[in-house]
């Protein structure tokens, strides 16, 4: 595959895992980066996704390496020779056992940046124990803000922790890193952990409470569902809207287009005591119409309401369309890349072929190994 984007001319080494570490190796691909997704045996891969469909392991080239075998490991070793980047998502100390720890491979190529995904980070008392998303937010403080008042905290999907604060972080890293190397030549080891990552991205809530104006009760501040202007509400149809004029000009054109007078109670926005009965109040007047009536009334106002779109929905919806924020895509529909760039614009994605090693032999023989040595490999099953 051609490559266009911003990081054309990067080379990054990806351990093939689950969750994050593929997502920050999908956006470095998404830009330009060659990356070279490293797999194991059929026997030895998780067997619960269709790889032809798995949208996170999109624009890459594979290579199928046995690293049980020492000659399949040096030939990794050796493609780490010439990378600007690896990406590992391991608990700590299994690449060391594999013997592609980042002091053997930047021993190699001092200028490799190493990244390393992990939840609870390197170090700590939780380093060699597991987790998942749930965990590492609610280790982090995060998933406690997410709620409804008098409810359990309700788990955000697995955004915050893996994709957020574990996946962009790490891509984050990797270029931040790259930039330091292509500038001294001095590669280094990235520790990403998604209890810091999700703690980061919680910098707002932070801030608001040292100013006090974040409650820590869950589902009473303005962005947790506790105010009546920020919140989804049940439509007629049983569909959904979410609203949000938080501004004063962009609430009172709110309250216009429902024909509701900003006086009285509605007038004081900011009153607390006064949220819970206004969102019930609210309730009443969205519950008269079906969704698509209220998108009608509120199209191209400020007034801050969205329709609440499903996965099917969303790559219909007209904005989304003229923007194409969605691509179809070797029969997948899925997110097009993003950021976007005016000088070097991303190529469309393309869908993983099955791991057949199609990709091996000439990613071996640009480290300059001959044909007889790849042979080798082969014969052996180190690398297919």
């Not at 206004?278 to 009443?284: D, I, P």
């Amino acid at each position: 595959m051609s490559a266009s984007g911003p990081l054309a001319g990067l080379k990054i080494i990806e351990i093939a895992g689950i969750g994050p570490a593929p997502f920050c190796a999908m956006m470095l691909a998404d830009h330009g980066a060659e990356v070279i997704r490293i797999v194991p045996p059929r026997g030895e891969r998780p067997g619960r996704l269709d790889l032809s469909k798995d949208v996170l392991a999109r624009s890459r080239k594979f290579m199928i390496v046995d690293l049980k075998q020492p000659s399949g490991v040096e030939a990794v070793r050796d493609l780490c020779k010439t990378a600007d980047g690896l990406i590992e998502g391991f608990r700590p100390g299994v690449m060391e056992r594999l013997g592609l720890g980042p002091e053997l491979l930047l021993k190699d190529n001092p200028k490799l940046v190493y990244g390393r995904m992990t939840g609870w980070g390197q170090t700590g008392p939780r380093a060699h124990t597991a987790g998942h998303d749930i965990n590492y937010i609610a280790l982090s403080g995060v998933l406690h803000c997410v709620g409804r008042a008098g409810d359990q905290p309700t788990p955000p999907l697995n955004l915050v922790a893996d994709f957020g604060g574990g996946g962009m972080m790490l891509a984050f890293g990797m270029l931040a890193a790259i930039l330091h190397a292509q500038k001294t030549a001095q590669g280094q080891v990235i520790d990403c952990a998604m209890v810091d990552g999700s703690a980061l991205l919680a910098s707002m809530l932070w801030s608001s409470a040292a100013q006090g104006v974040w409650s820590d009760q869950r589902g009473s501040n303005m962005l947790d569902s506790g105010a009546h202007f920020y919140d989804t509400y049940a439509c007629a149809d049983g569909a959904h809207i979410a609203i949000g004029p938080i501004e004063a000009k962009f609430y009172s054109e709110f309250l216009s287009l429902l024909g509701i007078p900003e006086t009285d109670d509605y007038a004081r926005q900011l009153d607390r005591t006064l949220w819970p009965s206004l969102k019930e109040r609210l309730a009443g007047v969205f519950a008269s119409k079906t969704r698509a009536e209220w998108c009608a009334l509120f199209e191209g106002s400020d007034a801050c309401v969205a329709p609440v779109l499903s996965l099917a929905e969303a790559p219909r919806d007209p904005h989304n369309v003229e923007r194409k924020t969605f691509v179809h895509a070797g029969g997948v529909t899925q997110p097009r890349p993003a950021p976007r760039f005016s000088a070097t614009p991303a190529a469309d994605p393309v869908m993983p072929r099955l791991a057949d090693g199609t990709d091996s032999a000439a990613l071996l023989r640009a480290v300059g190994y001959t044909e007889e040595k790849i042979d080798s490999l082969r014969a052996s099953g180190a690398v297919l």
